[in-house]
């Protein structure tokens, strides 16, 4: 099943081709292979979490554990949950404001009555002490007549 050619022309047509198919796999396929592999690793870390990365000659961490996404999601609405509680507080907190100023409001307009009440009474007892004193130095200037009959 020569084609005419020579042992060492198809020796070298297959070394070739292999060394295409090495270098198309060191330079395409290896490396689709490892990103593949990397991000399996990192779908299945975040889903069902992992252990803390630990250098094992320093026993140093190099990243911390990572829970999985069932205890992230419990996490979460934890805070939700603490986060509504707060927004319910802020609102009454809201209402309870609105109340007192309510209050204050009409506390302050009452007060302004009582202050011109006040001093509306102040002001008449003034003009009355006057009113009499007027009257007395009237009736002292002119002495009780006495009748002679």
């Not at 889903?47 to 996490?75: K, N």
């Not at 204050?104 to 006057?130: C, D, H, M």
Request: charge should be negative.
């Amino acid at each position: 099943m020569t084609h005419g050619l020579s042992a060492s022309a198809q020796l070298l047509i297959l070394l070739g081709g292999a060394l295409a198919v090495l270098a198309g796999w060191l330079r395409w396929v290896r490396p689709k292979i490892r990103n593949t592999r990397r991000d399996t690793v990192a779908i299945r870390d975040a889903i069902l979490g992992r252990d803390a990365i630990v250098d094992t000659i320093t026993q140093q961490e190099l990243a911390p554990a990572l829970p999985g996404i069932g205890q992230r999601m419990a996490h979460q609405e934890a805070q939700m949950q603490t986060m509504t509680e707060a927004v319910t507080q802020l609102a009454q907190t809201h209402q309870q404001m609105a109340e007192v100023r309510a209050e204050v409001k009409s506390l302050a307009g009452r007060v302004e009555k009582l202050e011109a009440g006040t001093v509306e009474r102040i002001v008449t007892r003034a003009e009355s002490a006057a009113a009499f004193r007027a009257i007395e130095a009237a009736h002292n200037s002119h002495p009780d007549e006495v009748d002679e009959s």
